[in-house]
């Protein structure tokens, strides 16, 4: 009769097993914390955007300022915003007064925000009345 052959086993041990669990439970927790880095550039990308166009919206709506200035203030959503002009050069004698018209846009409690700025004229005001109602003619009696 034959005498039985030890055989060895084939397999992983419990140590390695553990330490394959270990490892893969670290590469786990980097690829979340890789993904919820890039959601939340994603998320920051996209507020800065809606803040931008906001801004440019709040520009795009005014043609000129008036000779007192310009303040005014609100909030869209989570955003609140300011608009605030101020004269750009001292006023000369002749030709267009400047202003420097600056549009603000802050979120997050006001951590976050950005500032867009443009240069619009001053409002003109219309002739005189006694001008506007004068008979057009060749301004003989």
Known sequence: MKKPVARHQGGFSLL???IAMAIMAMSLGALY???GGALRGVVEAET???ATALAL???DGQWSVPPEGLRDSGSVGNMTWQLAAA?????REKGWALHRVEASVS???GRRGLKL???LPERRTPLDSTRQN???GDGNP
Do not use: M, T, Y
């Open 16 to 18: 390695e097993v553990i």
């Open 33 to 35: 914390r890789a993904g």
């Open 48 to 50: 800065r955007l809606r």
């Open 57 to 59: 919206a709040l520009l």
């Open 87 to 91: 004269p750009f050069q001292p006023r």
């Open 107 to 109: 979120w997050d409690k």
């Open 117 to 119: 700025a443009s240069l």
């Open 134 to 136: 004068e008979p057009a």
